[in-house]
């Protein structure tokens, strides 16, 4: 059963724009943050953004003032992505932290190239 679908992923040339989204399944309640993390070719899984139930945000340094993380609906943030650089070419996963489970999604790829 899918928990978490992500959308929005593709290929963008340097300086573009995306916005990905991701919503929880219905019967996931309790969402205390959800966040979006990526993964390069030979790197470690990382954090991009997150943001809590009250709103609050996180962003990793790299991507401060390029990206924004939103609630968009109920169960379902997005992600908005500016200023795009090859540097942020990964496969980007969604998170969505409830008391005591984490959950994942399958991952949406992000390709950013001229």
């Known amino acids: 059963q899918v928990q978490l679908v992500e959308s929005g992923g593709g290929w963008v040339q340097p300086g573009g724009s995306l916005r990905l989204y991701c919503q929880a399944a219905?019967?996931?309640?309790?969402?205390?943050?959800m966040g979006w993390y990526r993964q390069a070719p030979g790197k470690q899984r990382e954090l991009v953004a997150s943001i809590t139930s009250g709103g609050s945000t996180n962003y990793t340094d790299s991507v401060k003032g390029r990206f924004t993380i939103a609630n968009f609906a109920k169960n379902t943030v997005y992600l908005q992505m500016n200023s795009l650089k090859s540097e942020d070419t990964a496969v980007y996963y969604c998170r969505a932290d409830v008391v005591a489970k984490v959950y994942w999604g399958q991952g949406t790829h992000v390709t950013v190239s001229s």
């Open positions: 219905a019967h996931i309640f309790g969402i205390r943050s």
